[in-house]
Each structure stands twice: as structure tokens, then as C-alpha cells.
């Protein structure tokens, strides 16, 4: 599945996310961003009525990815030759990014579960902050977050240069 995008805030804080842990020497590649929830309940599907494992506990409408307000990212073994994806749960480099997260205003999916650093979702982050309420929203506030008429998600895929820094113009466009 291909990330599609994030509304600007949610990017701009990923952005930030990207280029702080690589100044910490931890390389990360998006997997995911915005999912239909038609996409959602077709992940949730996986390891219960379809094949696979189970890879996710949120259905269609009840993930922050409906609304572009989440990410997904993967480790990156091979920096600079393309990516070679490490998913071991146990990498410190999960913590690490869990850490940085925080500290730019973002949940982490590590911390989902009764002890902070050992939730199921270690690749996940997702941004609470609604710009229109001034508030952060919970999960049980998750299917009421859709993005406004007229509110512009951005393509992951145009948005970061190879050294992980913002593509886009300081005017918010496009690249």
C-alpha cells in the first residue's frame, strides 16, 4: 500500500520527525499515510477473514489514518543504496523514534498498550492536535476528525529529499 498523503500539519511535523532522527543516526522510509476506510477494513480483514497476520485493531473510520493524521514508517538497514526494511520490534531505533515523536506533539503506537514502550504498533505515530478546536482528540473522537472541504492533503512522495529534509515550498504548495 502506498502512503497517499497527510494534511499539511500532520506532514510538517513528520518532516521534522524524519530530519531529527537522522540527526540522531536512525533512517526511516513512510510506508503510510492517508487510507480509505475501505483500505483500513481491508488491513483490519488481514489474519481474521483474510489471509496474512493481523496488522492492525482499528477498522475503517476508527484510525487516524482515515483522516490523514497518521504515519506508518519502517527502519531503514541500508541507508543511502535504497531501503532495506527492518521491522524487528525489539530495535532500539523504535524507541528512539517513539521519543522524538513525542517531542514534536505526536502519539506514538509504541506507547499504545498498558507499559509505555512496548505497544504493538512501534511503527505508527499519529497527530491528536486539531487546528480547528484548538484540542487533541482521542480515539473514541477518531470518526468526527475527517479533513474540512477544500483541505489539501499532501503526497508523501514529493514531500522529502533524499537526506530526509522538506521538498515543499515554504508558501505550503506543492512541489
Not at 512496548?118 to 470518526?143: F, I, L, M, N
Amino acid at each position: 500500500m502506498r502512503a497517499q498523503g497527510l494534511i499539511f500539519q500532520t506532514e510538517a511535523k513528520c518532516v521534522l520527525l524524519v530530519a531529527r532522527l537522522l540527526g540522531r543516526g536512525v533512517e526511516v522510509a513512510i510506508t503510510s499515510g492517508f487510507r480509505s476506510c475501505a483500505d483500513q477494513d481491508a488491513l483490519f480483514a488481514k489474519g481474521r477473514t483474510a489471509p496474512g497476520h493481523i496488522v492492525t485493531k482499528a477498522r475503517g473510520g476508527d484510525s487516524f489514518h482515515n483522516c490523514a493524521r497518521a504515519a506508518d514508517f519502517v527502519l531503514d538497514d541500508k541507508p543511502g543504496d535504497g531501503v532495506k526494511p527492518c521491522w524487528n520490534p525489539n530495535d532500539r531505533r523504535w524507541q528512539i523514534l517513539g521519543e522524538v515523536a513525542e517531542e514534536l506533539g505526536l502519539a506514538w503506537g509504541g506507547n499504545f498498550g498498558k507499559v509505555p514502550g512496548s505497544g504493538w504498533d512501534k511503527p505508527h505515530v499519529e497527530d491528536r492536535y486539531c487546528e480547528t478546536c484548538g484540542r487533541e482528540h482521542g480515539s473514541a473522537e477518531q470518526k468526527t476528525m475527517t479533513p474540512p472541504a477544500g483541505t489539501r492533503l499532501v503526497p508523501l512522495a514529493r514531500t522529502f529529499n533524499e537526506d530526509g529534509s522538506c521538498a515543499m515550498p515554504r508558501d505550503g504548495g506543492t512541489a
